[in-house]
T-cell receptor, first 114, second 112 residues
Framework: EDKVVQSPLSLVVHEGDTVTLNCSYEVTNFRSLLWYKQEKKAPTFLFMLTSSGIEKKSGRLSSILDKKELSSILNITATQTGDSAIYLCAVEARRMNRDDKIIFGKGTRLHILP | DTAVSQTPKYLVTQMGNDKSIKCEQNLGHDTMYWYKQDSKKFLKIMFSYNNKELIINETVPNRFSPKSPDKAHLNLHINSLELGDSAVYFC???????????FGSGTRLTVV
């Protein structure tokens, strides 16, 4: 059965710290891995990763995919209180002769203390 | 024993039709959500229900109406479907006061 597992489920750090969020997956016919930031009202799309070993960056956030280890990490450096959110990982898998399916992890709740 | 199940998985329909997507969760969670994912992978929250009460209603057209007969079910009814409604719709649930979402497998809606 396809699954996506995120760890840790919850993380509390102080402002300025660096955090690493993990996402591992077991899917058939992997297509891409997606990261979202879920705040109170609306998820924000962060990254889509398809190639192993190529880091994607956006400001203090970066992410990389390891297809050999079937995992991805999301790094946030110099964290700020505004980074507090739930970070969702999702994996797209291609189904034979059909459209993609998407499997979500349960999310990591990140709380940044001032 | 699927935790969050959505039906149907695929829905192809003509413009102007009315359709419903059903969602059920057997996790005992208090909060359920509907999300819309567009072709660019952006995920937009549409509705959230906590114990059968609407707590978030984002700026979606009033052609979309959520219905929650009980806390284990959150259905999405769409009237007068338009081409722009084509997307993947995800249902999710979470327990109150505890973190962790459980998503359904999505319903791919195609309006032709």
């Amino acid at each position: 059965e396809d699954k996506v597992v995120q760890s840790p489920l919850s993380l509390v750090v102080h402002e300025g710290d660096t955090v690493t969020l993990n996402c591992s997956y077991e899917v058939t016919n992997f297509r891409s891995l997606l990261w979202y930031k879920q705040e109170k009202k609306a998820p924000t799309f962060l990254f889509m990763l398809t190639s192993s070993g190529i880091e994607k960056k956006s400001g203090r956030l970066s992410s990389i995919l390891d297809k050999k280890e079937l995992s991805s990490i999301l790094n946030i450096t110099a964290t700020q209180t505004g980074d507090s959110a739930i970070y969702l990982c999702a994996v797209e898998a291609r189904r034979m002769n059909r459209d993609d399916k998407i499997i979500f992890g349960k999310g990591t709740r990140l709380h940044i203390l001032p | 024993d699927t935790a969050v199940s959505q039906t149907p998985k695929y829905l192809v329909t003509q413009m102007g039709n009315d359709k419903s997507i059903k969602c059920e969760q057997n996790l005992g969670h208090d909060t359920m959500y509907w999300y819309k994912q567009d072709s660019k992978k952006f995920l937009k929250i549409m509705f959230s229900y906590n114990n059968k009460e609407l707590i978030i209603n984002e700026t979606v057209p009033n052609r979309f109406s959520p219905k929650s007969p009980d806390k284990a079910h959150l259905n999405l009814h769409i009237n007068s479907l338009e081409l722009g409604d084509s997307a993947v719709y995800f249902c999710a649930s979470s327990p109150t006061g505890v973190y962790g979402y459980t998503f359904g497998s999505g319903t791919r809606l195609t309006v032709v």
